[in-house]
């Protein structure tokens, strides 16, 4: 997701859903549903970038404890309205190791919150939720990914190049998709057990374990 786009949208939070709906052609929509599938009653989960709070609520409403990170206080303000049972932390995901103690949530959840991170930055987090986790949990990431498939790669940068070039005339960057995701996970000692791609590689979802 171009990083100018999030940050357009992040800054007026009561459309942020809408935008990312369309942004992403209803894929977060999905990949959001199929996460909270895996929560139960009972089950302490941890929502990183927790946006304005709809993934977490469709934790809830499955019985689940949520506790919801994220750095952007308009987001969380959303949020609480949203879904007002979670609990809320107002902290970057890099200080996640000075608040929250080990072996606390069964479940850690993310959607679009590693892409806009430094690959340094995603490693750490990586890490920290390997230390916060159970042992027998499981961590749920969905996210911008470049696609490995060579025509799906073509179709990705034909696909994005418009939200490319608005990026580039408003800030000189470009977009964040991540471009070797996995490795990274592996690097920060975890291992992924199911990986399920949306929109011809565009976007994965991760199921991943200590």
């Known amino acids: 997701m171009s990083f100018v786009y999030m940050k357009i949208l992040e800054s007026r939070p009561e459309r942020y859903d809408i935008g990312m709906g369309l942004l992403t052609l209803g894929t977060l929509t999905k990949i959001k549903q199929q996460i909270a ?3 139960h009653p009972g089950d302490q989960v941890l929502d990183l970038g927790c946006g304005t709070g709809t993934l977490a609520q469709m934790c809830i409403e499955r019985g689940a404890l949520v506790t ?14 949203n879904s007002p049972s979670a609990n809320y932390l107002n902290i970057s995901l890099s200080n996640l190791d000075e608040h929250l103690g080990d072996e606390s949530f069964d479940i850690i959840l993310s959607t679009l919150a ?14 920290q939720i ?10 749920l990431i969905g996210d911008e990914i470049i696609p490995e498939n060579f025509f799906a790669k073509c179709f990705y940068y034909a696909f994005r190049l418009p939200m490319r070039l608005l990026t580039w005339v408003m800030t000189q960057t470009t977009t964040n998709a991540i471009p070797s995701f996995e490795d990274e996970v592996r690097e920060a000692g975890m291992q992924i057990v199911n990986r399920k791609p949306f929109m011809l590689g565009m976007f994965i979802l991760l199921e991943i374990k200590k």
């Open 37 to 39: 599938e895996h929560t």
């Open 130 to 139: 390997k230390r916060i986790l159970k042992n027998e949990g499981k961590v």
């Open 114 to 127: 590693f892409s806009e991170l430094t690959r340094a930055e995603r490693i750490h987090v990586l890490k």
């Open 68 to 81: 919801g990170v994220d750095a952007n206080s308009g987001m969380l303000a959303v949020a609480k309205r």
